[in-house]
């Protein structure tokens, strides 16, 4: 049981980790610990200070179901960053088809315009 409680404390403590590490670029221990007190207090239901078997399991399905919709979360900002390439890249290639088109009514406008002017001559 020790073990346990050990094991989802430290577990806890290491998820809460990077929030803080963000923050300050690194955690003391008290905030380590702080940290892994307050999480092993909000799967502590009934309030006796020990998490029961139902309340460790409680508290791994809930750690799975924000993990999964981290996962959710991520997997759609993922689409959104590739849709937004396909985007990106699509204009890009109509401006450069744009730019070609522009390019070539250029050319013709001068190959016209040489005509014009060797006819024009005596």
């Known amino acids: 049981m020790k073990k346990h409680l050990l094991t989802f404390t430290i577990l806890s403590a290491l998820v809460a980790v ?4 963000e923050e300050n670029e690194f955690v003391t221990k008290d905030e380590f610990i702080s940290r892994a007190g307050d999480k092993f207090d909000n799967s502590d239901v ?3 200070g020990k998490l029961s078997k139902e ?3 409680s508290a791994i399905q809930d750690h799975h179901e924000r993990r999964k919709e981290r996962f959710e979360d991520r997997k759609e900002t993922r689409q ?3 849709e937004d390439r396909r985007e ?3 204009d890009k ?9 522009d390019r070539r009514e250029d050319r013709r ?4 315009d040489r005509r014009e002017t060797r006819r024009d001559r005596p």
């Not at 990077?18 to 590490?21: L, T």
């Not at 290639?93 to 088109?101: A, C, K, S, W």
């Not at 406008?109 to 016209?112: K, L």
């Open 55 to 57: 309340e460790r399991k």
């Open 46 to 48: 009934d309030g006796d």
């Open 88 to 90: 990106v890249h699509q």
């Open 93 to 101: 290639r109509e401006d450069h088809r744009e730019l070609r088109q």
């Open 18 to 21: 990077p929030a803080a590490a």
């Open 80 to 82: 959104d960053r590739r």
């Open 109 to 112: 406008e001068n190959r016209q």
